[in-house]
């Protein structure tokens, strides 16, 4: 670490706002929310998360944060690989796209979503004619976290994909290797770090998510209540104790992934130096 | 094993990177694209490796026709500018990749990477990962990988571009070594006319897409077929001449036209004259097609000693002389010297570039 020197004394203060803003900001409020969980004692906080209501929210939560990661780590990849290796007419367009999930109010999203695949679009009626249930359902929120998580993982690969040198895989070409396996045992080792991150990073975002959520779920408790709309409803009802358990799982859930993408990603950085 | 280029024409939009290019690289011999960057050897040799397609032409590599072939089954071995080491694999890990893909028994893997490590002198580092290594040492471990699946022909693309100098003359010595052993048919890109020089059997000179001149070394240093060729291999001077019946004038001091420099009728016609360096000689006194000129500088370089000199007209010639003659002369910069041209080389100026 190096910095210019005869800085010292006001570097104390230039150091002590940046760190007194994240614990105004960030710490304290989570600090709070988890006295909250915990207010009534352990038992308390363990029985409010082992309630019907909550295990279920929390369950389908994951389930469709699992679903939504799994495709993201696919799809946002072979995005990234399109939008740096594969030129094509109207690139610069397409790659602005990517970002407009982040610009788009999730409510919004939501209704989007609703009017593309309800019941009563033509679409919604097709897949309800062939038996899927798109809106009201699960595979309603996995396709509205899928939109709104979009950027996470194409902006974490791009990066490093455009680091890399093409060279690697044209020498994996000439060396006999299929344009497959470049990709394969070439392009995608060190990919593989960014990739993960992304991914969990996405996971996190969508463990959150509400608005887009709230609009195309139906929000059946049981069935389709994730763990947001839950934590909403509760506090709704003036039930603060469930909505303050749910939130603290869901926050040091959140946490875990965030250090692990923190750790991913200075191994990531190592990987392309 | 030989490689023939066939009418091939490149164009990247507008850009003609390659112009009905053909040549042939020699079976067992070491043939160099020579040209300044942008003169589309590069490109040629992507063409060949069937990394790039070509608009129009064949490419033969060993007599057949490889044109359409996928790059992967080409059977070349491709030595890349940037090494393009497979960075999280180890050494041997990189040697062995082009035997692993071809699914070749584990053993023989083996033997073949211990046998490449040895050629290309780094046995000990099988375990390193490229970031571990340093840029001599990385290009052998591209060329042992380029190397270990036994390709039809050698490509090298600017293989020590990125290396300074003293590594590069070592590599360049040994990749001439390694040549003399193996006697691969190896078609080398360079824009170092040194280095294409010392490592070549035969020299392509290329420029804006098109072949200026193919050639031993010598052909080409003493035989420049072009203008570009002249100016482009080795320094030189370019004086304008007048012709004007069989008297030919430089700056306006008659010069005995040499052998070989075409006689023209008709007067007023010029024709661009190129004299290298060390064909000048250097007088104190005035004679039959001397030119005065003013010493500028002198630059003592050992053995050899660089002179600029300016003629009337303000153009600055450069000298190249030993010690002896120019201590013999006693020049200092400021004195008067006249020049006498020897063994120039003469085009029409409108073929001029």
Do not use: C
């Not at chain 2, 089954?73 to 491709?78: A, S």
């Not at chain 2, 300016?310 to 201590?327: A, F, H, I, K, M």
């Amino acid at each position: 670490m190096r910095r210019p020197l005869g800085t010292r004394a006001p570097l104390l203060a230039v150091r002590g706002a940046a760190l007194a803003y994240l614990l105004a900001f960030v710490a304290l409020p989570v600090a709070a929310l988890a006295r909250e969980g915990f207010r009534g004692g352990a038992a308390k906080f363990v029985a409010a998360l082992a309630s019907d209501q909550a295990r279920a929210a929390l369950g389908l939560t994951l389930k469709v944060a699992l679903a939504m990661a799994a495709v993201n780590a696919v799809m946002g990849t072979w995005i990234a690989y399109v939008l740096v290796r594969r030129p094509f007419p109207g690139r610069a367009v397409v790659d602005a796209l990517v970002d407009l999930p982040f610009a788009i109010p999730t409510l919004v999203t939501g209704v989007m979503l609703v009017a593309l695949y309800g019941p009563q679009s033509t679409l919604g009626a097709l897949a309800g004619a062939s038996g899927l249930r798109l809106m009201y359902a699960p595979p309603g929120i996995v396709i509205a976290l899928l939109f709104v998580t979009l950027p996470f993982v194409v902006r974490a690969v791009q990066p490093v994909l455009l680091e890399l040198d093409v060279g690697q895989e044209e020498a994996a070409l000439t060396l006999g290797a299929s344009p497959w396996t470049a990709f394969r045992r070439v392009l995608l080792p060190p990919l593989v770090p960014a990739i993960t991150s992304g991914t969990l990073l996405s996971f996190a975002r969508a463990l959150g998510e509400f608005g887009a959520i709230v609009v195309v779920s139906g929000n059946i408790p049981g069935r389709t209540l994730t763990a947001a709309v839950l934590v909403y409803g509760e506090i709704e009802s003036g039930r603060p104790q469930v909505a303050a358990a749910v939130s603290t799982a869901l926050l040091s859930f959140a946490f875990a992934l965030i250090v692990t993408v923190d750790w991913l990603q200075r191994r990531a950085r190592h990987a392309v130096l | 094993m030989s490689i023939e280029v066939r009418h091939v024409t490149k164009r990247f939009g507008g850009f003609v990177a390659s112009d009905d290019v053909s040549f042939v690289a020699p079976e067992g011999q070491v043939t160099s694209l020579l040209g300044p960057s942008g003169s589309g050897k590069s490109t040629l040799l992507r063409v060949i490796a069937g990394l790039e397609p070509p608009d129009a032409g064949e490419v033969y590599i060993t007599g057949s026709d490889a044109t359409w072939v996928r790059a992967q089954d080409r059977g070349v071995g491709f030595v890349f500018q940037h090494y393009a080491l497979f960075r999280h694999m180890t050494v041997a890990e990189n040697v062995g990749f082009g035997l692993v893909v071809r699914k070749q028994k584990r053993s023989e893997v083996r033997a073949r990477v211990a046998e490449l490590l040895r050629l290309v002198q780094l046995d000990g580092l099988a375990d390193r990962y490229p970031a571990q290594l340093s840029g001599g040492q990385r290009q052998r471990v591209a060329l042992a990988r380029a190397l270990a699946p036994r390709p039809r022909v050698l490509l090298l693309d600017e293989p020590f571009g990125a290396l300074d100098a003293r590594v590069r003359e070592e590599l360049r010595a040994w990749l001439r070594k390694l040549h003399d052993e193996v006697h691969m048919t190896t078609l080398l890109v360079t824009h170092d006319q040194e280095e294409a020089m010392e490592l070549s059997d035969r020299v392509v000179v290329m420029n804006r897409g098109k072949i200026e001149q193919v050639g031993s070394p010598d052909d080409i240093y003493d035989q420049p077929a072009t203008p570009f060729v002249a100016e482009f291999i080795g320094s030189t001077n370019r004086l304008e001449v007048k012709l004007d019946g069989d008297r030919a004038s430089v700056e306006g001091h008659r010069v005995d036209l040499p052998p070989g420099v075409l006689q023209r009728d008709g007067s007023g016609e010029s024709v661009a004259w190129y004299v290298r360096p060390h064909e000048v000689e250097l007088r104190l006194v005035s004679g039959r097609g001397a030119i005065p000129s003013d010493v500028v500088r002198i630059m003592r370089l050992g053995w050899v000693v660089k002179l600029e000199l300016r003629l009337p007209s303000g153009r600055v010639v450069l000298v190249q002389q030993t010690r002896e003659q120019v201590d013999e002369l006693g020049l200092a910069p400021g004195d008067l010297v006249y020049l006498a041209l020897r063994g120039a080389k003469a085009f029409p100026a409108a073929y001029s570039i």
